[in-house]
């Protein structure tokens, strides 16, 4: 799902036809809602907010089936399969939403580090690999019948995730 991002005073005036969160001065709440926004950002806000304002208005409802009949779903911060559920943190979730994005293709680490934080990583940074493993310990629970395994690393590059 695409969701814009938009200063209250660029909202046309009957609305927006997409999905939209709108930031501004706190005087025009009522406006932007009356106008049919998602969420409205006060000022001043941050970057880290504005992210997850944008993850809990896409976050609905996320699925991936596999190659049994089964499927990992994705919502409000939780990863289900099955009867079995568990926790995402934050940076966690936002790992496996653009891995599961890119079911079988391959993403950098480059490319995760940046969702996270806006920027490309120092040299020698591992912090996307302690997600990575984080969330391959909870998948490995979710599907602990088949000793499960999603994510696969590609030496030098990054991850790839096969549902």
């Known amino acids: 799902m695409d969701i814009y991002v938009l200063p209250v005073e660029k909202i046309p005036e009957n609305g927006f036809?997409?999905?939209f969160i709108v930031y501004g001065a706190r005087e025009f709440l009522e406006i932007a809602v009356l106008k049919g926004c998602k969420d409205y950002i006060r000022e001043p806000w941050g970057r880290e907010e504005l992210l997850f304002r944008v993850q809990k208005a896409v976050s609905g409802?996320?699925?991936?089936?596999?190659g049994d009949e089964s499927a990992f779903i994705v919502l409000d911060g939780k990863l289900m399969y099955g009867d079995r559920k568990v926790s995402l943190s934050f940076p966690e979730a936002l790992v496996f939403r653009v891995l599961l994005a890119n079911t079988s293709k391959l993403v950098s680490r480059e490319a995760l580090y940046y969702t996270l934080?806006?920027?490309?990583?120092?040299k020698g940074s591992r912090v996307i690999d302690v997600h990575i493993s984080?969330?391959?310990k909870k998948l490995k629970y979710l599907r602990k019948d088949k000793g499960y395994n999603a994510i696969r690393s590609v030496r030098g590059y990054g991850y790839l995730f096969t549902g």
């Open 134 to 136: 984080s969330l391959r």
């Open 117 to 122: 934080w806006g920027k490309l990583p120092s």
């Open 17 to 19: 036809l997409y999905p």
């Open 61 to 66: 409802l996320a699925k991936v089936k596999t």
